[in-house]
């Protein structure tokens, strides 16, 4: 018992926690003796880290097989765990695996078997077919946002990796909505439910009216978005041409936001996340795509500029503000030719811009490309030294870092670029002469 204790201290401290919130309190207790455990969490609740806890104590820092499989639905969730696995320092292998990926790297890669696999079903199937993991040793399976994995089709696929286990020992089903229905392959019988699912009542959020008409829509928008002074924010649409359509006209009139829906190239769609995370922009447009199992922490307003098409949505919407205890805006864009949806019966007091209104305001931070990551041996700490030595800037204006596999993306402050790139685009790190530009 003490060793575990111990255990959760130091990853606690790895992540910058003093303390387990409730929902990873209670599933730590709950998982330690159930084979299977539902969690219901709004996003932004911390149920990346409640669940990864008790997984991670269950490991055999010895054993030379994968011991866990973790699946999400999409890959930005599926990085966004392998984040969070990363920062706990466990100093056991994860891997993330997913399409898009380079297959070879990923099979290089699998060679030595990782401690957590985590990856999106299509390409662990994929695996599995080409015979590059194994999964028979497998004694713990999580799915995170299961019910996105049911609706995105991937039922059969999950199915066949079922199939693939023999010691499985733990199941964790992970959502942000209540289902009542179970896979039937999974054997998910009488789980231990972890139900914190009171996002309607959280007093944290404050519901504004904010009251609008088809013809100045977007003007409005504009007026909203310029009174939040730089504080970061998502304006949700329903439609990827919304989401352009909204984007081009604030652009256009000074106010740089950045776009993210699901017709876009997975490499831009993670390109447009980074640049969100890191600062560049303070203002992410996006359909429902952006709802689902992203942790973008510290929003403060969220924005309905077209009414949400299910409760289900506006739900997961919201969860990006009010995180973990702190306090966070909605903002319903009314129309008063339109009706209002039935489920929307939250209090809704009109928000009213200040009488002096706004400029935009540009962000302090800009986002620089480096053209080498992981498998060039280049980790952060290289590129903070990199830019120290030899490009002169504190610290302090180093923003956040985003290594991958062949490429990284640094957040510095705007002020610095031009002088910086000067300096720094002739030299070489860790011997390796790099193309560094600003992102596009």
Same mark, same amino acid.
């Given at each position: 018992?003490?060793?575990?204790?111990?255990?959760?201290?130091?990853?606690?401290?790895?992540?910058?926690?003093?303390?387990?919130?409730?929902?990873?309190?209670?599933?730590?207790?709950?998982?330690?003796?159930?084979?299977?455990?539902?969690?219901?969490?709004?996003?932004?609740?911390?149920?990346?880290?409640?669940?990864?806890?008790?997984?991670?104590?269950?490991?055999?820092?010895?054993?030379?097989?994968?011991?866990?499989?973790?699946?999400?639905?999409?890959?930005?969730?599926?990085?966004?765990?392998?984040?969070?696995?990363?920062?706990?320092?466990?100093?056991?292998?994860?891997?993330?695996?997913?399409?898009?990926?380079?297959?070879?790297?990923?099979?290089?890669?699998?060679?030595?078997?990782?401690?957590?696999?985590?990856?999106?079903?299509?390409?662990?199937?994929?695996?599995?077919?080409?015979?590059?993991?194994?999964?028979?040793?497998?004694?713990?399976?999580?799915?995170?946002?299961?019910?996105?994995?049911?609706?995105?089709?991937?039922?059969?696929?999950?199915?066949?990796?079922?199939?693939?286990?023999?010691?499985?020992?733990?199941?964790?089903?992970?959502?942000?909505?209540?289902?009542?229905?179970?896979?039937?392959?999974?054997?998910?019988?009488?789980?231990?439910?972890?139900?914190?699912?009171?996002?309607?009542?959280?007093?944290?959020?404050?519901?504004?009216?904010?009251?609008?008409?088809?013809?100045?829509?977007?003007?409005?928008?504009?007026?909203?978005?310029?009174?939040?002074?730089?504080?970061?924010?998502?304006?949700?649409?329903?439609?990827?041409?919304?989401?352009?359509?909204?984007?081009?006209?604030?652009?256009?009139?000074?106010?740089?936001?950045?776009?993210?829906?699901?017709?876009?190239?997975?490499?831009?769609?993670?390109?447009?996340?980074?640049?969100?995370?890191?600062?560049?922009?303070?203002?992410?447009?996006?359909?429902?795509?952006?709802?689902?199992?992203?942790?973008?922490?510290?929003?403060?307003?969220?924005?309905?500029?077209?009414?949400?098409?299910?409760?289900?949505?506006?739900?997961?919407?919201?969860?990006?503000?009010?995180?973990?205890?702190?306090?966070?805006?909605?903002?319903?864009?009314?129309?008063?030719?339109?009706?209002?949806?039935?489920?929307?019966?939250?209090?809704?007091?009109?928000?009213?811009?200040? &009488?002096?209104?706004?400029?935009?305001?540009?962000?302090?931070? #800009?986002?620089?490309?480096?053209?080498? /990551? +992981? !498998?060039? %041996? @280049?980790?952060?700490?290289?590129?903070?030294?990199?830019?120290?030595?030899?490009?002169?800037?504190?610290?302090?204006?180093?923003?956040?870092?985003?290594?991958?596999?062949?490429?990284?993306?640094?957040?510095? &402050?705007?002020?610095?670029?031009?002088?910086?790139?000067?300096? #720094?685009?002739?030299?070489?790190?860790? /011997? +390796? !002469?790099? %193309? @560094?530009?600003?992102?596009?």
């Amino acid at each position: 018992m003490n060793a575990t204790h111990d255990q959760i201290s130091k990853v606690l401290s790895s992540i910058g926690f003093s303390s387990l919130n409730a929902l990873q309190e209670e599933t730590l207790e709950k998982s330690q003796a159930a084979k299977n455990v539902l969690i219901l969490s709004q996003t932004g609740s911390g149920k990346t880290f409640a669940f990864l806890l008790p997984l991670f104590l269950n490991l055999d820092p010895n054993a030379k097989h994968i011991q866990a499989l973790i699946l999400a639905p999409s890959r930005e969730l599926a990085i966004q765990i392998e984040d969070v696995w990363r920062s706990m320092r466990t100093n056991l292998k994860v891997l993330t695996c997913y399409g898009g990926h380079s297959i070879s790297t990923e099979k290089k890669s699998l060679t030595e078997a990782p401690a957590v696999l985590i990856g999106t079903p299509g390409r662990i199937c994929d695996h599995i077919s080409r015979e590059t993991i194994d999964l028979t040793k497998v004694t713990q399976f999580v799915v995170d946002e299961y019910d996105k994995c049911l609706e995105f089709g991937f039922d059969d696929q999950m199915s066949y990796i079922n199939e693939e286990f023999r010691r499985l020992e733990k199941v964790t089903l992970v959502s942000a909505t209540e289902h009542k229905e179970f896979p039937p392959y999974l054997s998910f019988d009488q789980p231990e439910i972890i139900n914190h699912l009171a996002f309607a009542e959280d007093p944290s959020i404050h519901f504004w009216k904010y009251p609008v008409r088809n013809q100045n829509k977007f003007e409005r928008l504009f007026d909203l978005l310029c009174s939040f002074r730089g504080e970061l924010s998502i304006v949700f649409c329903n439609f990827r041409e919304a989401t352009e359509s909204v984007c081009a006209y604030l652009r256009e009139n000074g106010y740089d936001a950045i776009v993210y829906h699901g017709g876009m190239e997975q490499d831009e769609r993670e390109r447009a996340l980074i640049k969100f995370r890191n600062g560049s922009f303070h203002t992410l447009i996006c359909t429902d795509l952006g709802s689902r199992g992203l942790d973008i922490p510290e929003i403060q307003h969220v924005v309905h500029f077209q009414f949400p098409q299910s409760e289900e949505a506006f739900i997961h919407r919201n969860g990006h503000t009010a995180r973990m205890k702190a306090n966070g805006s909605s903002y319903l864009f009314m129309n008063p030719d339109e009706r209002s949806p039935d489920y929307l019966n939250v209090p809704r007091e009109e928000f009213k811009l200040p &009488k002096e209104q706004d400029a935009p305001v540009d962000s302090p931070w #800009i986002t620089l490309y480096f053209s080498g /990551g +992981k !498998k060039d %041996k @280049i980790n952060k700490i290289d590129i903070v030294g990199f830019l120290g030595q030899k490009g002169g800037i504190a610290k302090e204006d180093i923003g956040l870092i985003t290594v991958q596999d062949f490429s990284s993306y640094v957040a510095v &402050k705007r002020k610095n670029v031009r002088d910086l790139l000067v300096k #720094i685009r002739p030299e070489k790190i860790k /011997g +390796k !002469k790099l %193309k @560094i530009d600003v992102s596009r």
